[in-house]
C-alpha cells in the first residue's frame, strides 16, 4: 500500500489512490482490530458495576492495545508473517498488563482467553490470503465469519452467568429457541458481510488497477510533478504567462545514421536516449519536456538546472551517441511564454508557447555536435565571464535581427 518535488511524488499520487496513512489506520482499526476489544468491553460493563469498570483501567487497557495492534498493522499491512504476529500484539499487551494487575485469576476468565483465540484465528486467515491469493475469496468470507462469530461467543458466555442452567451442555443451550435465533442470525450476518467484502475486494482491485494506469498514462503526458500540482489544484494546468528556460537537443546526423540502419535499430537508439535524458531532466528539475523523433525540449524552472541538466546530457548522452559517430547540439533561452494546457474540446496537452521557445529552437539548430550554445539573455545570468571569442551571431529564418549567443562549454 503502497509522495512538489520528486521525493514527495510518489506520496501524494499513491495516496489519492490507497488512501492516507490516516484513512488505512482507522479501516484497520474500526473493521479488525477493535471487534473483540468493544465486545469485551460491553461483556464486561454487564456483568459488574458499570460505572466501577470505566473508573478501573481495564477498558483503556484493551483499547490501547488495539490502537498500538492497529498502527502496526497498518504500517506492515502486506508484509508475509507481519498479519499473524500483528494480530498477537493487542492480546499481548492486554494480557501483559492485566496479569501483572490481577495475577493468574487473570487466565480464568474465558473472555481473556478468547481474546487470543480470535486474534491467532483471524492472523491466519489474513497470512493465508497472502500466500494463497487465489483463494482470497474464501479466506475474506472465513474471516468475517470469524469475526461476527465473536458476538455470539461473548453471548454464550454471558448466558453461563446469567442462564447457567442452559448452558451445562450444547444440548442445553441450543435448546433455547433464542440460542438458536442469534447463532444463526450471526453465521448468515458472517457469510452476508463476508460476501459483501469479497464483492467490495475485488471492484476496489479493479477501480486500483484502473487508477494505476490512468496514472502512468497521466505521467507520460503531463510529468509527474504537474500531475500532482493538477491533482491538488484543478487550475495549476492553466495557460498563464512565466518566465521559463526553454532547452532544446537534438542528435547531429541522425537522419544519415537512419538510412543505414533498421527501424528496430532506429528505435532501440532513441528509446536508450529518451531514457537517458529523461534521467537527467528528472535530477534536475525540468517541469515537462517532450520527446519529436530525435528532438528533446525541455522547460525549466530556473537557469541554473538547465545548465546543470546540458553539461551532464553532454557529459552522458553525448559520449553515448559518439561511439555511433552521433552527436548532440544544446541551445538554452530564457524568457516569458505562456504555458498550460492547450488543445481542443477532446485532445489537449501541456506546452509553452512565445519567442523564447522558438528562440531556443533557432539557437538549438546552429549548435555544433557537442556545444551548448546559450543566448545572450541566458549569459547576462550567469556569474561566470564568457571570453568574447565564444560569442557568435547568428542569422535565423523569421528573425529580423541577428540573435547573439555564447558557446558555454568551449
Known amino acids: 500500500m503502497k509522495a512538489f518535488h520528486h521525493v514527495s511524488t510518489p506520496t501524494l499520487i499513491e495516496e489519492s489512490i490507497y488512501g492516507t496513512f490516516r484513512a488505512r489506520f482507522a479501516l484497520e482499526l474500526f473493521n479488525n482490530t477493535l471487534y473483540f476489544p ?105 474471516e468475517n465469519a470469524t469475526r461476527v462469530s465473536i458476538l455470539f461467543f461473548m453471548y454464550g458466555i454471558f448466558e453461563t ?23 444463526m442470525s450471526v453465521m448468515i450476518i458472517g457469510l452476508s458481510i463476508g460476501l459483501a467484502n469479497v464483492t467490495a475486494d475485488t471492484y476496489l482491485k479493479k477501480l486500483r488497477h484502473t487508477s494505476q494506469m490512468l496514472k502512468t498514462y497521466s505521467e507520460w503526458l503531463l510529468g509527474r510533478d504537474l500531475l500532482v500540482r493538477s491533482l491538488s489544484d484543478p487550475t ?3 495557460t498563464t504567462r512565466r518566465e521559463r528556460t526553454i532547452l532544446f537537443m537534438d542528435i547531429r546526423g541522425f537522419t544519415a545514421w537512419s538510412e543505414v540502419h533498421t527501424p528496430e535499430e532506429v528505435v532501440d537508439l532513441l528509446n536508450e536516449y529518451y531514457r537517458r535524458s529523461e534521467s537527467i531532466l528528472l535530477q534536475h528539475s525540468a517541469i515537462k519536456w517532450k520527446f519529436t523523433a530525435d ?33 548532440v547540439g544544446i541551445g538554452i533561452d530564457v524568457g516569458p511564454v505562456v504555458e498550460g494546457l492547450l488543445g481542443g474540446a477532446n485532445v489537449r496537452f501541456y506546452d509553452a508557447m512565445g519567442d523564447t521557445v522558438n528562440t531556443a529552437k533557432r539557437i538549438e539548430n546552429h549548435a555544433q555536435a557537442g556545444e551548448i550554445l546559450i543566448s545572450e539573455r541566458v549569459q547576462q ?13 547568428l542569422r535565423a529564418k523569421g528573425k529580423s535581427q541577428a540573435i547573439i549567443t555564447y558557446l558555454l562549454n568551449a
Open 38 to 142: 468493544i465486545t469485551n468491553i460491553l461483556y464486561e460493563l454487564l456483568m459488574g458495576h458499570p460505572l466501577d469498570y470505566l473508573r478501573s483501567s481495564d477498558p483503556y487497557i484493551i483499547i490501547v492495545a488495539a490502537l498500538i495492534q492497529a498502527y502496526w498493522l497498518t504500517c506492515q499491512a502486506e508484509k508475509r508473517l507481519h498479519r499473524l504476529f500483528g494480530h498477537l500484539i493487542g492480546p499481548a499487551i492486554y494480557t501483559f498488563i492485566e496479569a501483572s494487575l490481577e495475577g493468574a485469576q487473570f487466565f480464568t476468565e474465558p473472555n481473556h482467553l478468547a481474546y487470543w483465540f480470535f486474534s491467532i484465528a483471524i492472523g491466519i486467515v489474513q497470512e493465508l490470503k497472502l500466500y494463497l491469493p487465489r483463494f482470497s475469496s474464501l479466506f475474506t468470507i472465513i
Open 161 to 183: 452467568h446469567v442462564n447457567h442452567d442452559q448452558t451445562l451442555s450444547l444440548m442445553s443451550f441450543f435448546a433455547d429457541p433464542s440460542h438458536v435465533f442469534v447463532g
Open 236 to 238: 495549476a494546468l492553466q
Open 295 to 327: 528532438e528533446v525540449m525541455a522547460i525549466f524552472p530556473h537557469i541554473q538546472a538547465a545548465i546543470a541538466a546540458a553539461n551532464r546530457m553532454i557529459d552522458e548522452i553525448h559520449r553515448f551517441l559518439t561511439d555511433k559517430q552521433l552527436g
Open 381 to 393: 545570468y550567469l556569474t561566470a565571464t564568457i571570453p568574447v571569442a565564444n560569442r557568435r551571431e
